[in-house]
């Protein structure tokens, strides 16, 4: 198993742009999630979902879409960026209220 | 919402000496959970606790939840460089998001 696979590993953006972070797990968890951590900093809940069809605002959601049409894949929707985006992005998948995995992150630069 | 209090900050120690993190929490955790976050890397999980007054060991490291479920502690004994990164504690209180402390930051001088 791959586990939880994230992509791409690195990307800068000119503010106004948009782009999907990708998020793959092969590990048939229900539970996927999106974070944010800053330079230092602790993580931060953007999205979440419980299921396939199912998705929830976390901590902080401004900026950010998601959508979850399959159990396995969970992208994250940047639309119009900003350098106060600048973040590394987690995704991690769980199987009910258990282990959350993560996936390598994503490094996000704004300029 | 739910939060948790995580100290220190920041750790400095010699190799070989013992660190301690504290996790506190206003509210009764139905379980806890650390990760360990090494520089560059993504974090890892390391255990979860469930019972009041648990206490679980990996080696180094000691992992206790309080008697009343709203705190908890990771000591590690005799620290080594691969020791270094950042703890996280998580707690979950029945719903389906775990909330993250921010961490302590663990360096070690050798």
């Known amino acids: 198993n791959a586990g939880v696979t994230q992509t791409p590993k690195f990307r800068i953006l000119k503010i106004g742009q948009s782009m999907t972070l990708q998020c793959t797990q092969d590990?048939?968890?229900?539970?996927m999630y999106w974070y944010r951590q800053d330079p230092g900093m602790g993580l931060k809940l953007i999205y979440y979902s419980v299921g396939a069809g199912i998705t929830d605002k976390g901590e902080v959601p401004n900026g950010y879409n998601v959508s979850r049409s399959t159990t396995e894949d969970f992208p994250l929707r940047l639309e119009l960026a900003a350098p106060s985006q600048t973040s590394v992005y987690f995704c991690?998948?769980?199987?009910?209220?258990?282990?959350?995995?993560f996936g390598p992150g994503t490094r996000l630069l704004v300029l | 919402g739910q939060q948790v209090m995580q100290i220190p900050q920041y750790q400095h120690v010699q190799e070989g000496e013992d660190f301690t993190t504290y996790c506190n929490s206003s509210?009764?955790?139905?379980?806890i959970q650390w990760y360990k976050q090494r520089p560059g890397g993504h974090p890892v999980f390391l255990i979860q606790l469930v019972k009041s007054g648990e206490v679980k060991k990996q080696k180094r490291l000691t992992f206790q939840f309080g008697e009343a479920k709203k705190n908890s502690s990771l000591h590690i004994t005799a620290t080594q460089t691969t020791d270094v990164g950042t703890y996280f504690c998580a707690a979950g209180g029945g719903s389906e998001k775990l909330v993250f402390g921010k961490g302590t930051k663990l360096t070690v001088n050798p």
């Open positions: 590990m048939n968890h229900n539970y």
């Open positions: 991690a998948s769980s199987s009910v209220q258990e282990t959350q995995y």
């Open positions: 509210t009764t955790l139905s379980n």
